[in-house]
């Protein structure tokens, strides 16, 4: 049933649904759409029909894409190049187009076409579960602008053509955007089934429509506690020029904490531990796919099987950006990472910093996540002679999660590996950060119930491995409760496409994006296999200075609208300040 959710009437639907909706769209093509499929009463006939259309919506859930926007901030950088990104140095400069806004318009406009569409059809669970759907993705694909935009344009109907006034919306207050996402997915929650009321597993026989991978309660209410954390978050720290007017923290972290506690409290969800001290790194590998085997997952991307059920490529994420290291650790995720005593660097004992003797210093006593996630020597590895090698001796840290073995990197692109597009973990994370930023505290109740667990599953519940976060703990030795909390999550959601966007809404990346990037300390008796010697800095390789970087608190925090959406706007597009 797998091959549902994308393949069914693909090639059929992808011309009708993925036109260029705002304003870069061809209004020719538009035209010729409206004429043909989009409004053909052939096809949207029934709720199959239905069920098709919303197939498509499916290519807009994140992917390993997603997993790479991690370059745009201070925990990861492209190792096979000189160059590093341009929004993580700050030296982009405004586009003409941007995939990010075009995509996500036309997603939007496949959504509400959906929407419009599904009144002809007779009504029914299938038809509600498709528009709830559907519902879901337009709030996704809003989420998307907002927090990189800011104010966007809302369209909640499809353009019906050149002289459609919406084509030429303005800017609407991200406040309104932001309460739109919330009423879709309030509708997607009340409307979705419960994760256990699909089936488990790609490979069970479910009803056409109701396969696994597809949008549940705890989905919708997930995705809700995470696009509440972030608006709370900017109204919190964000000021003008990025937010003007009146702002409202609490309004929206009390929907993130009652968003995430709803779901810890309907119980459909819980941590993969089966695999004991591997849990973590195997709830990134196959032992983690599917509902049926691992209850952390709460709405995934869908690759397929094989190549005989392909549902989609991911495109070699592990050969290029994992073994490659296209998307390689900083110094900056291993500095952040705890020692086994629950301390930070500059505050434990334990602390290696500058004391390292060897390659393997920087794993011993460490937070064991830290060492899930990298590689170190020794490690089994990847070869294009085959065989079965192991990582040697590099001065870079390459991360690993998503990495699935020889085999598949000898198959690459041809992985089928699906990606997490929302785990337990994340809502654990959104609960205790919400609660915190709400009081000002967090009991030990909530900390027991929230960020232990991951601790807990982190250590396999060895506490000598890892300590437990308490109060008193945070007090005894002098620690930031808030500090500790941004830890947990920077830490457990390292490259999943997390840390951009927390530093961005924590008002933290005009200090974190202007350091140096460097790597681990460059041992001058270590054979690197001849590889010529790196540009240093206090004994630990320097990819870029900090006289490279640059972030500009006044423009920064927002992306600059693509200058074509704005001529193609008749100028009722404004540009962000500053750009």
Not at 68 to 86: G, H, K, M, P, Q
Not at 377 to 389: C, F, L, M, Q, V
């Amino acid at each position: 049933m797998k091959s549902l959710l994308y393949k069914r009437y693909i090639n059929a639907f992808c011309a009708a649904l993925s036109i260029g909706i705002l304003l870069g769209s061809c209004v020719k093509r538009l035209d010729q759409n409206t004429q043909t499929l989009i409004t053909d009463p052939i096809f949207w006939k029934d709720s199959t029909d239905l069920v098709s259309a919303t197939n498509y919506l499916y290519v807009s859930l994140p992917d390993f894409g997603a997993a790479t926007e991690e370059l745009y901030s201070d925990f990861a950088l492209d190792i096979r190049t000189t160059t590093v990104n341009t929004i993580s140095d700050g030296s982009r400069v405004i586009p003409s187009s941007d995939g990010r806004w075009n995509n996500a318009y036309i997603y939007i406009r496949a959504a509400n076409n959906i929407l419009e569409k599904s009144g002809a059809i007779a009504d029914g669970p299938t038809k509600t579960f498709c528009v709830a759907q559907a519902r879901f993705f337009r709030a996704l694909s809003y989420f998307n602008l907002v927090k990189a935009y800011g104010d966007v344009p809302y369209i909640g109907r499809t353009i019906t053509g050149r002289e459609d006034e919406a084509l030429y919306t303005p800017r609407t207050d991200r406040r309104a955007v932001v309460d739109s996402i919330y009423a879709d997915l309030d509708f997607a929650a009340a409307n979705c089934p419960q994760a256990d009321q699909l089936p488990g597993t790609p490979a069970t026989t479910g009803s056409v429509g109701r396969e696994y991978g597809r949008i549940t309660r705890s989905a919708a209410l997930a995705f809700k506690s995470r696009v509440a954390l972030y608006e709370g978050s900017w109204h919190k720290f964000h000021g003008e020029p990025e937010l003007k007017g009146a702002k409202d923290p609490n309004k929206h972290f009390t929907i993130a904490k009652q968003a995430a506690q709803t779901v810890m409290t309907e119980a459909k969800h819980s941590l993969y531990t089966k695999d004991g001290a591997l849990s973590f790194q195997n709830l990134f590998r196959y032992p983690g796919e599917t509902y049926a085997n691992n209850k952390e997952n709460i709405l995934v991307r869908l690759y397929g099987k094989d190549i005989t059920n392909n549902v989609s490529s991911n495109g070699g994420y592990m050969r290029s950006f994992l073994t490659d290291g296209g998307n390689a650790a900083t110094r900056a995720f291993v500095t952040l990472a705890l020692y086994s005593d629950g301390l930070p660097s500059g505050k434990s004992p334990l602390d290696s910093t500058g004391k390292e003797t060897g390659l393997l210093t920087d794993y011993q006593n460490r937070d064991p996540r830290l060492v899930l996630t990298l590689f170190k020597t020794g490690d089994p590895y990847a070869s294009i002679s085959g065989g079965n090698p192991v990582y040697g001796n590099t001065y870079y840290y390459h991360q690993q999660k998503y990495w699935t073995g020889q085999a598949d990197f000898l198959a690459s692109p041809n992985l089928f590996l699906d990606f997490i597009a929302i785990r337990y973990a994340e809502v654990l994370l959104n609960y205790a950060e919400a609660t915190f930023e709400l009081n000002g505290s967090i009991s030990d109740a909530d900390l027991d119930m929230s960020v232990n667990l991951l601790r807990k599953r982190a250590s396999n519940n060895d506490n000598s491995k890892l300590a437990l976060l308490t109060n008193a703990f945070v007090t005894a030795n002098g620690l930031n409760m808030r500090e500790e909390i941004r830890r947990e999550r920077s830490v457990e959601l390292a490259y999943e496409g997390f840390r951009y966007w927390d530093i961005i809404r924590w008002k933290t990346a005009e200090t974190e994006l202007i350091k140096p990037l460097i790597e681990r300390k460059y041992f001058e008796n270590v054979n690197y296999g001849g590889a010529t010697k790196p540009a240093l800095l206090g004994g630990y390789v320097l990819f870029q200075p900090a006289d490279k970087r640059k972030f500009n608190a006044q423009k920064d925090y927002l992306w600059p609208i693509p200058s074509a959406q704005i001529g193609l706007s008749n100028n009722t597009l404004t540009q962000n300040p500053n750009w």
